[in-house]
């Protein structure tokens, strides 16, 4: 409900909030079912400043991220102490921080990154019903490009070096680093939950990032992986700052390097 924009939001909010709840075992039945009764919610979350997005109940990914989004804030924008000319969104899953970004620095020029279709089709009918301009891109990132296989949907999907036929479906591929190359960004906010894929695009990408530059990034690879990504930003002249740790594997977390020339007109 806290979440919610406006007291008209308030029935999806409380709607939400109870397809969210985990029920009791034995009650799991019940829940399901009053999931798949309720439509797709429209509901305005407070921090997308007006903006509003389409909600499926009975996808407990679309509740999930909503609640990272908007309820935990894991993208608190506040940390950014400088207005981004470039975001991308790598892993846009519906759209939600491309969304986000949008709202609180409407100059910037959006590109968002996300292969599955499904996801890619509500994604683009979010940016549609809200009318913003985004470079909405079907197609997963990593240190090369092709065509390559991705496992699964929701918010799981993620590519696979396997050459089996049967693996997953095939995607097309962007290379990270000649995406930010071609944009040539001055201060670029950049998200990447690329489902493990971070561990391959980050030492290539590092090098060849603004010097103003801030990412909030999720580690697939439990403290180990996290810590070899910790180290590269830190050398890179990053300061990091980790967030919440899930079943010890998955780690949030949020990098900022900011040039002096920048700092100094950001807090004049």
Do not use: W
């Not at 489902?195 to 690879?221: A, K, M, R, Y």
Request: net charge neutral.
């Amino acid at each position: 409900m806290v979440s919610a924009r406006k007291a008209a939001d308030f029935p999806a909010a409380l709607l939400l909030s109870i397809c969210r709840t985990r029920p009791p075992d034995g009650l799991g039945f019940y829940s399901r079912c009053f999931r798949r009764l309720i439509p797709r919610l429209c509901i305005h979350p407070r921090s997308l400043r007006g903006f509003s997005i389409a909600i499926d109940p009975s996808d407990m990914a679309d509740l999930i991220i909503y609640e990272e989004c908007f309820i935990r804030r894991v993208y608190d924008l506040a940390l950014l102490p400088f207005k981004p000319d470039i975001v991308v969104d790598c892993g846009g899953f519906k759209g939600y921080f491309t969304l986000l970004a949008k709202a609180r620095f409407p100059a910037a020029t959006s590109v968002v990154f996300e292969p599955h279709p499904v996801n890619y089709g509500l994604m683009c009918s979010n940016f549609e019903r809200n009318g913003v301009d985004v470079d909405a891109r079907r197609e997963a990132v990593s240190n090369r490009t092709g065509e390559m296989s991705f496992l699964g949907a929701g918010f799981g999907g993620s590519l696979t070096r396997s050459a089996a036929e049967e693996a997953g479906i095939r995607v097309q591929v962007a290379n990270l680093c000649d995406v930010i190359t071609g944009l040539s960004p001055r201060r670029l906010l950049l998200k990447l939950d690329v489902e493990g894929e971070e561990i391959n695009i980050l030492p290539d990408l590092v090098p060849l990032l603004p010097p103003t530059c801030g990412i909030f990034f999720e580690s697939h690879h439990g403290n180990e992986g996290f810590e070899k990504l910790d180290g590269l930003l830190r050398r890179a002249g990053f300061v990091v700052t980790r967030g919440s740790i899930r079943d010890e594997t998955f780690v949030d977390a949020f990098a900022i390097r900011v040039e002096a020339e920048t700092r100094l007109k950001s807090y004049a």
